[in-house]
């Protein structure tokens, strides 16, 4: 049996979680790769240490030095590595990264400090091999992952290692700068490393004991999912639960490896495994795995009588948000209505104005109408496919709440039903459809 773990930023928050974290390790020998985040918050009102780094690249930027606020970061590791007793000369490690930080200038270099100190201070209190995520991990010139070159390297560069700790969230470009994934992206290169080293299990330890139904910050109490296939986690963690990056299930998908979510500070609660597919026979408990949102939105509305006979009537419709570079976000359609749903974000500054007169000028449209802040809530299982009526039970949860429904899209594969609500009800919403169907 061979397990990579990786901790997240909770876990690596101060001495007291680094010493459960260690806990965790050496109770299951099998636990050989360790990927560890940066320290996060200690407590609500707490930086994250990635946090504070981007602003010592903006010191940076402005000043030349950022000795204002590497501050935080210095007292942030030096108070760990006191507080764990160990005999580790970490000040000479900040001096250097401090100055490496002033010297290079650059963004992501500055951010991967974070993990970089975080994994060298993790490797010195577990007593194992620090192996730099630089040495294994590359990018391509578009900025995409390196699969062949990194799997090489993985292999290569832990193969007869017993014990290693390997910092998480970046990698080389094809330059040789260091160059980071997205935010949260830890789980990525804990991903990498289980899939290069052929690990039976990625555990994935963070400050909720597994995957759940909902967001806790809107459902403190919601259930944990025992079991979600990869494509359900993909969904959910796309749609806005931020649990898992995204991303990190890529490259675990080829070698079929399971994830465990797990709770570092409860780490005998079972948590949440992410499998492959569902064994047949293998009925969910429940008729949806999971619901998860994500706020600001904007859907621009499009009727056109015998739209459908129209050739090409979607494609002009769509080379108009290409032409402007952005990318559509759903685009559920009827017999003669198009909605085309974008992040708000993008459509600053006149924009959006732009792209409906643009449109309007394209295909001429009986109505185009622009619905603003809009948020988009995914209800995500297999369960629904083979039940019918969960979303007639949806509409008649959010009826009974008195929330006005938006915009409907349903997914060729029934693995979900999104729904667009305002803003304003978006917290609303999520609870209606828990208590339809969880409680
Ligand atoms: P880590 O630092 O360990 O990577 P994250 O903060 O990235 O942890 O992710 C864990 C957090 O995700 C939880 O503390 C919780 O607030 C949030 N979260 C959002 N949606 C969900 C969900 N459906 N299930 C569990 N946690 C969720
Ligand atoms: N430290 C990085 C972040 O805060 C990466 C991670 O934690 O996964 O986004
Ligand atoms: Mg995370």
Known sequence: ????????????????????????????????????????????????????????????????????????????????????????????????????????????????????????????????????????????????????????????????????????????????????????????????????????????????????????????????????????????????????????IFPVMKGKIPINIKNTFSPEDKGTMIVPTELSGDEPENVITGVAGKKGFTVIYIEKNLMNAEVGFIRKVLSVIEHHGLGVEHLPSGIDTLSVVLESEQLKNGLLNDIVNEIRESVNPDYIHVIENISLIATVGHGMARRRGTAAKIFTALAEEGINIKMIDQGSSELNIIIGVLNSDYEKCIKAIYNAFIK
């Open 1 to 248: 049996m061979l397990k990579v773990c990786k901790f997240g930023g909770t876990s690596m928050a101060n001495a007291d979680s680094l010493k459960k974290v260690k806990d965790i390790i050496t109770a299951d020998k099998s636990r050989k790769y360790i990927v560890v985040s940066a320290p996060g918050k200690r407590n609500k009102q707490d930086t994250k240490v990635t946090d504070t780094l981007y602003k010592c690249f903006d010191e940076v930027v402005s000043t030349g030095s950022c000795k204002e606020s590497f501050k935080f970061i210095r007292e942030r590791f030096i108070g760990i590595v006191e507080d764990l007793g160990l005999d580790f000369d970490v000040k000479s490690v900040l001096d250097k990264t401090e100055s490496d930080i002033a010297e290079k200038k650059s963004k992501d270099f500055t951010a991967s400090r974070g993990e970089y100190l975080s994994a060298i201070v993790t490797a010195e209190f577990l007593g194992a091999k620090f192996i730099d995520a630089e040495d294994i991990i590359r990018f391509d010139s578009q900025g995409k992952l390196n699969e062949e070159y990194t799997d090489d390297k993985v292999k290569t560069k832990l193969n007869g290692v017993e014990f290693a700790v390997i910092p998480g969230f970046y990698g080389k470009d094809s330059f040789g700068n260091i160059k980071t994934f997205s935010r949260g992206g830890s789980d990525i290169t804990g991903s990498i490393i289980a899939r290069g080293v052929k690990a039976d299990l990625y555990e994935n330890w963070t400050d909720v004991s597994g995957f759940l139904v909902c967001d806790p910050r809107i459902i403190p109490d919601s259930k944990a999912i025992d079991k979600l296939t990869y494509r359900e986690l993909r969904e959910l963690s796309y749609m806005g639960a931020q649990v898992l990056h995204s991303e990190a």
